[in-house]
């Protein structure tokens, strides 16, 4: 790729979250009517989420990390439990089993998908477990179909962490229906945001009330505390954006959607992500491979950045090599090769034809001054495409 150095223009981002005129009147309407918290747009905002998931019922609290933690509270995980989690995730994964009190045991992922492997999963049950966590990764669906027949055989819960991943499915049937319950996070770069927040899907009212509890002190009645909670309501302002959000989300996706596949028919020398038979990916991240180690992959991220293309690695360091899990001294190659090679692109649906012409062109400038390409061929699996 000839003469891109002397190719001038503005930087495309890893990430763009929306923060358009609608969300911004949602957000005004809602100070200007003085009810801010726990109120009207929040009941609102649960409704029209449950769309996204068969109708199951929704609650709304401030963040993906807490949805996790209270999912796991609500079905009684604790004390003395074991909760079976991928260390290729971010810490959220695992640090909301600590939070609940219980022990996170890190599983292998697939190479290819960068989900829980459900034979790694088969071998982390013990008398201890009490769930499996199958994170979503970068909007791919996990192998639910194996992942829940080991639930069953062995009496486990599942919690999926569907934080990257609203609107995935597999085999048609919508990422937040598997599990006994599921959570979403609503940060500003997720494929859809609202500031801050997550939802937490279940199936029965029973656990809806729990969580409903717990993320209000305990209190249905003011005052009439049941139950020892915290304070993880949600805003109003936070919904009404999410509501705005949500009205696009379809929209996105499909953009996000034909983004990858133009990167993937476009992108030479590099691992594009595999998508499993039956997956609707929604490419949260579109994260491929580059050959060679992190140096190299250090070395490709300067050249994109020069050529006006930002990037971004999730994640660098696996969990269970991160200061609270290293102790537990698991060994576990397929992550720790995956945290050394990823590297995730921008696929936003802020991206123009133009953009994603030039994020093909400078990766295979990026990976030629890198000395990356060369590196491909020892790995045969996912669609592989030489240079
Ligand atoms: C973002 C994220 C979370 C946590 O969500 P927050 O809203 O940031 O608390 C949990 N798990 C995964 C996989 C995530 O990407």
């Given at each position: 790729?000839?003469g891109?150095?002397?190719?001038r223009?503005?930087?495309?981002?890893?990430?763009?979250p929306?923060?358009?005129?609608?969300?911004?009147?949602?957000?005004?309407?809602?100070?200007?009517?003085?009810?801010?918290?726990?109120?009207?747009?929040?009941?609102?905002?649960?409704?029209?989420?449950?769309?996204?998931?068969?109708?199951?019922?929704?609650?709304?609290?401030?963040?993906?990390?807490?949805a996790?933690?209270?999912?796991?509270?609500?079905?009684?995980i604790?004390?003395?439990?074991?909760?079976?989690?991928?260390?290729?995730?971010?810490?959220a994964?695992?640090?909301?089993?600590?939070?609940?009190?219980?022990?996170?045991?890190?599983?292998?992922?697939?190479?290819?998908?960068?989900?829980?492997?459900?034979?790694?999963?088969?071998?982390?049950?013990?008398p201890?477990?009490?769930?499996?966590?199958?994170?979503?990764?970068?909007?791919?669906?996990?192998?639910?179909?194996?992942?829940?027949?080991?639930?069953?055989?062995?009496?486990?819960?599942v919690?999926?962490?569907?934080c990257?991943?609203?609107?995935?499915?597999?085999?048609?049937?919508?990422?937040?229906?598997?599990?006994?319950?599921?959570?979403?996070?609503?940060?500003?770069?997720k494929n859809?945001?609202?500031?801050?927040?997550?939802?937490v899907?279940?199936?029965?009212?029973?656990h809806?009330?729990?969580?409903?509890?717990l993320?209000?002190?305990?209190?249905?009645?003011?005052?009439?505390n049941?139950?020892?909670?915290?304070?993880?309501?949600?805003t109003?302002v936070?919904?009404?954006i999410?509501?705005?959000?949500?009205?696009?989300?379809?929209?996105?996706?499909?953009?996000?959607?034909?983004n990858?596949?133009?990167?993937?028919s476009?992108l030479?020398?590099?691992?594009?992500?595999?998508?499993?038979?039956?997956?609707?990916h929604?490419?949260?991240?579109?994260?491929v491979?580059?050959?060679?180690?992190a140096?190299?992959?250090e070395?490709?991220?300067?050249?994109?950045?020069?050529?006006?293309?930002?990037?971004?690695v999730?994640?660098?360091?696996?969990?269970?090599?991160?200061?609270?899990?290293?102790?537990l001294?698991v060994?576990?190659?397929?992550?720790?090769r995956?945290?050394?090679?990823?590297?995730?692109l921008?696929?936003?649906?802020?991206?123009t034809?133009d953009?994603?012409?030039?994020?093909?062109?400078?990766a295979?400038?990026?990976?030629?001054?890198?000395?990356?390409?060369?590196?491909?061929?020892?790995?045969?699996?996912?669609?592989?495409?030489?240079?």
């Amino acid at each position: 790729m000839q003469g891109m150095q002397g190719l001038r223009r503005d930087m495309i981002p890893a990430a763009k979250p929306v923060i358009g005129d609608e969300e911004i009147d949602a957000a005004v309407r809602v100070l200007r009517s003085g009810q801010v918290v726990q109120g009207p747009e929040v009941a609102a905002f649960e409704e029209e989420f449950g769309a996204l998931v068969e109708g199951r019922t929704c609650v709304a609290v401030n963040s993906g990390t807490s949805a996790l933690h209270l999912a796991l509270l609500a079905l009684g995980i604790g004390r003395g439990d074991e909760v079976v989690v991928p260390s290729f995730s971010f810490a959220a994964t695992a640090n909301a089993v600590r939070l609940a009190g219980a022990e996170p045991v890190f599983a292998e992922i697939d190479a290819d998908t960068f989900c829980l492997d459900p034979d790694a999963v088969a071998d982390a049950i013990g008398p201890r477990t009490a769930a499996l966590m199958p994170v979503h990764l970068y909007g791919h669906p996990a192998p639910m179909g194996g992942l829940t027949r080991l639930a069953q055989r062995h009496g486990l819960a599942v919690v999926e962490d569907a934080c990257q991943a609203h609107g995935a499915a597999l085999h048609g049937r919508p990422v937040g229906t598997f599990g006994e319950a599921a959570c979403f996070s609503f940060y500003p770069t997720k494929n859809m945001h609202a500031l801050e927040g997550g939802i937490v899907t279940v199936p029965d009212e029973g656990h809806a009330r729990t969580l409903r509890l717990l993320r209000n002190q305990g209190m249905e009645q003011r005052y009439a505390n049941e139950i020892v909670g915290a304070n993880m309501r949600m805003t109003d302002v936070a919904a009404a954006i999410g509501r705005v959000q949500l009205a696009r989300l379809e929209g996105w996706t499909e953009q996000r959607r034909r983004n990858a596949s133009v990167l993937d028919s476009g992108l030479r020398g590099l691992t594009v992500p595999p998508v499993a038979d039956g997956a609707r990916h929604v490419y949260h991240q579109y994260t491929v491979r580059v050959p060679g180690g992190a140096a190299v992959r250090e070395a490709v991220q300067e050249e994109l950045r020069t050529l006006g293309v930002g990037s971004a690695v999730y994640y660098p360091t696996p969990i269970h090599r991160l200061r609270p899990y290293e102790d537990l001294g698991v060994h576990l190659p397929v992550s720790d090769r995956a945290s050394e090679e990823v590297l995730s692109l921008p696929v936003h649906p802020g991206l123009t034809p133009d953009d994603l012409a030039h994020i093909v062109a400078a990766a295979g400038e990026a990976l030629r001054v890198a000395g990356a390409a060369g590196a491909v061929g020892g790995r045969e699996r996912g669609e592989v495409v030489p240079s």
